[in-house]
């Protein structure tokens, strides 16, 4: 059974940092793909950041780019999404999420996966 569980989340003024992790268990193979998406009140899910261990592919949202970095401790089944510079406009529920698959990252990113963390909530104050 795969299962997510983010953590790291909290309130920090504009202009701050926060790095949030997700552990992730329950892939047999190495072929699997591992992503950030946020989700603001009245707006859609957005994939802000995914990575492809399967071709090691990496996306980041427009949004993001040059703020956020994600990365992994394969020796811990770890994911992390270090947000730098962070603006009122990024606060949001941040949900891990896994896919089982060879997709490229970008694409899961835009088309969603297939597994679920909690989330966890991220509040930037102005």
């Known amino acids: 059974e795969v299962q997510l569980v983010e953590s790291g989340g909290g309130l920090v003024q504009a202009g701050g940092s926060l790095r949030l992790s997700c552990a992730a268990s329950?892939?047999?193979?190495?072929?699997?793909?591992i992503g950030w998406f946020r989700q603001a009140p009245g707006k859609e899910r957005e994939g802000v950041s995914c990575?492809?261990?399967?071709?090691?592919?990496?996306y980041y949202a427009d949004s993001v780019k040059g703020r956020f970095t994600i990365s992994s401790d394969n020796a811990k089944n770890t994911v992390y999404l270090q947000m730098n510079s962070l603006k009122p406009e990024d606060t949001a529920v941040y949900y891990c999420a896994g896919d089982a698959s060879r997709l490229r990252s970008s694409y899961l990113c835009n088309a969603g996966m297939d597994y679920w963390g909690k989330g966890t909530l991220v509040t930037v104050s102005s």
């Open positions: 329950g892939f047999t193979y190495d072929d699997y793909a």
């Open positions: 990575i492809s261990f399967s071709d090691g592919s990496i």
